[in-house]
């Protein structure tokens, strides 16, 4: 129940499209999402987040949709570019406890 | 960049020795978090802290212990390392909590031979 679980593993995606991660929880307990993005060799960094009470969250190219009653939320990268090329971590938390997914290894093609 | 320091960046030590590892901040936050990053396994958190001698474990956190005298130094030690252990830890520091931004440290590649 305390899993999160995200999908594909790597994904690689043409320079100018869309990049699209997914994730499902299990613990309808979970107060906020965020999503961390993370450059070889460096520490994760937030990169959006939302909260259930909120179905969209937009900024600049990278939005999070969010499903409450299937549970789901997933991060979409519009216009993906090079620069883009990290592994992304989707995450739930509650309480004070904080549970990440397995991670997504994005390759944009330039 | 949040002010976050950790050392050493890079370990090798044998099984059995007892190894820690060191978070500095100078943000003033009151949480500060332990993770090991491992492959396939994503980011898993191990311990954290609310406050000064305040801590709690988190999903993996058989084999380590934590202690904070100072708000700024969260300490992870490893009583006694196993190669299982092998990993890369990160400490991560928030102001109000897992609800909100955690801003990660540069990490510390740990080798238990």
């Known amino acids: 129940q305390q899993q999160v679980k995200q999908s594909p593993q790597s994904l690689i995606v043409q320079k100018g499209g869309i990049s699209i991660i997914n994730c499902a929880y299990e613990?309808?307990?979970?107060?906020?999402f965020p999503w961390y993005q993370q450059f070889p060799g460096k520490g994760p960094a937030l990169l959006i987040a939302i909260r259930p009470d909120v179905s969209e969250k937009k900024e600049g190219r990278f939005t999070i949709s969010f499903n409450k009653s299937a549970k789901q939320f997933s991060l979409h990268i519009m216009d993906s570019q090079p620069g883009d090329s990290a592994t992304y971590f989707c995450?739930?938390?509650?309480?004070?406890?904080?549970?990440f997914g397995k991670g997504t290894r994005l390759h944009i093609l330039p | 960049d949040a002010g976050i320091t950790q050392s050493p960046r890079h370990k090798v030590t044998e099984t059995g020795t007892p190894v820690t590892l060191r978070c500095h901040q100078t943000?003033?936050?009151?949480?500060m978090y332990w993770y090991r990053q491992d492959p396939g396994h994503g980011l898993r958190l191990i311990h954290y802290s609310y406050g000064v001698k305040d801590t709690d474990k988190g999903e993996v956190s058989d084999g380590y212990s934590v202690s904070r005298s100072k708000t700024e130094d969260f300490l992870l030690t490893l009583e006694s390392a196993t190669s299982s252990q092998t990993s890369v830890y990160f400490c991560?520091?928030?102001?109000?909590?897992?609800?909100?931004?955690?801003?990660f440290g540069p990490g510390t590649r740990l080798t238990v031979l």
């Open positions: 613990n309808t307990a979970f107060d906020y």
């Open positions: 991560a520091i928030s102001e109000l909590g897992t609800d909100n931004e955690q801003f």
């Open positions: 995450a739930a938390t509650l309480d004070d406890k904080i549970i």
């Open positions: 943000e003033n936050h009151r949480y």
